[in-house]
């Protein structure tokens, strides 16, 4: 029996058209109908291929929904764990997490830092320890290295330490700052001191630097004060000046400073007088050295037959030392007429102040006539010269 390949109705095998449908009916009878029957089966197997396949994909991508809510579980309470300190605890649920998801990059990255927690912790002690010791420095290096290890991680934890590191740090530094105060540190420590405290926000930090700048001006007041009896003025002002940069306010040094700026000026006018009365002094002193050096002492003529010794002493009466001095005479007779002129130098040829030097000189020339007059001796000028 031979059937339509495409309607399906009987067909006798001799027609060539469908009597129902009116398609043209296979030449070759096994083309018919069978055939037919075998393609309706067939076009259902790709649809329940395509079927399962979205079945199976359903399926997985519920499982994997389900494992990544699993896994966001335990880490979620993973870090419930790490707030409250337990480690441990945080540690298996990490682990946990990464067992239900492997491709889970936050979760291993955090347990990656849980190793490294005990170190952080350790060094935390150590920190400790060395503030007891008065080692602050070794305690700041020992925070540096410890922030170098939380650099490249972040979540509740890392910021939780990175708490507890800060407030270690401030604690140090208050702790050296302290110690430094309690050693009596000079005044470019105090300085240092002030500078460095009041960058930070901390009570106790505030405090000391209160103290720091009351010792600060203490020293200060002590120094200008020693400066002012010794007449530094400009020096004890800078002084002061400099350590109110420092100090924002002090009644106590900006009184001193209006006593040092009275006392300099009175100071300044005291020494102008001096001055003054120094350079009249001067003009005194070269008009002396200059004019007046010496002073007669003595003179004498001494005739010895037909020689006349002509002797004398002068003294210098200048500051400096002078040389070079000249002695010009002249005899007279008895009736006061000059006889003769002369000039001799002074032995010897420098006279420090106050010194005495001589001149003498004989004569052999003098007309016999006045040999037996009461002859005179007078000096008619004195020359020399200054050191």
């Not at 912790?121 to 320890?129: A, T, W």
Request: hydrophobic content about 35%.
């Amino acid at each position: 029996m031979a059937f339509c390949p495409y309607c399906g109705k009987k067909v006798q095998q001799d027609e060539n058209y469908c009597a129902s449908c009116g398609e043209s009916l296979p030449h070759d009878l096994l083309d018919r109908a069978p055939k037919r029957k075998i393609a309706k089966r067939l076009i259902f197997i790709p649809i329940l291929v395509t079927s399962l396949c979205c079945c199976f994909l359903l399926a997985l991508f519920a499982f994997y929904q389900y494992n990544e809510g699993k896994a966001k579980t335990l880490f979620s309470q993973a870090e419930e764990m790490t707030l409250i300190g337990d480690y441990e605890q945080a540690s298996q649920l990490l682990e946990e997490s990464i067992q239900v998801k492997d491709n889970f990059p936050a979760a291993k990255t955090a347990l990656q830092f849980f190793n490294k927690v005990s170190i952080i912790q350790d060094n935390f002690k150590q920190v400790e320890q060395f503030n007891q010791d008065n080692k602050y420095d070794q305690s700041l290096t020992l925070l540096k290295q410890t922030e170098n290890v939380m650099r490249n991680y972040t979540g509740s934890l890392v910021d939780q330490l990175t708490t507890k590191t800060n407030d270690l740090r401030t604690d140090t530094m208050t702790q050296q700052i302290a110690y430094h105060l309690s050693n009596d540190p000079d005044m470019e420590d105090l300085k240092a001191i002030i500078w460095k405290v009041d960058g930070m926000e901390h009570d106790r930090a505030k405090q000391l630097a209160e103290t720091a700048r009351q010792n600060l001006s203490s020293i200060t007041y002590q120094k200008a004060t020693l400066l002012l009896k010794e007449k530094q003025f400009n020096q004890a002002i800078s002084l002061i000046d400099d350590t109110l940069t420092y100090v924002d306010s002090s009644k106590q040094l900006e009184s001193l400073k209006t006593t040092i700026n009275k006392e300099k000026t009175v100071f300044e006018t005291a020494q102008q007088e001096r001055l003054e009365q120094a350079m009249s002094l001067v003009e005194e002193e070269k008009e002396l050295n200059q004019n007046n050096a010496l002073k007669e002492i003595d003179s004498t003529i001494d005739i010895q037959g037909e020689k006349v010794m002509i002797k004398g002493e002068l003294k210098s009466v200048a500051t400096i030392p002078i040389h070079s001095i000249k002695v010009a005479y002249s005899l007279y007779s008895e009736d006061e007429k000059k006889i003769l002129s002369n000039e001799v130098f002074l032995i010897p040829d420098t006279l420090y102040p106050q010194e005495i030097g001589q001149f003498e000189f004989s004569h052999f020339d003098i007309e016999k006539q006045y040999l037996k007059d009461k002859l005179s001796l007078k000096i008619e000028e004195i020359t020399w010269y200054l050191n």
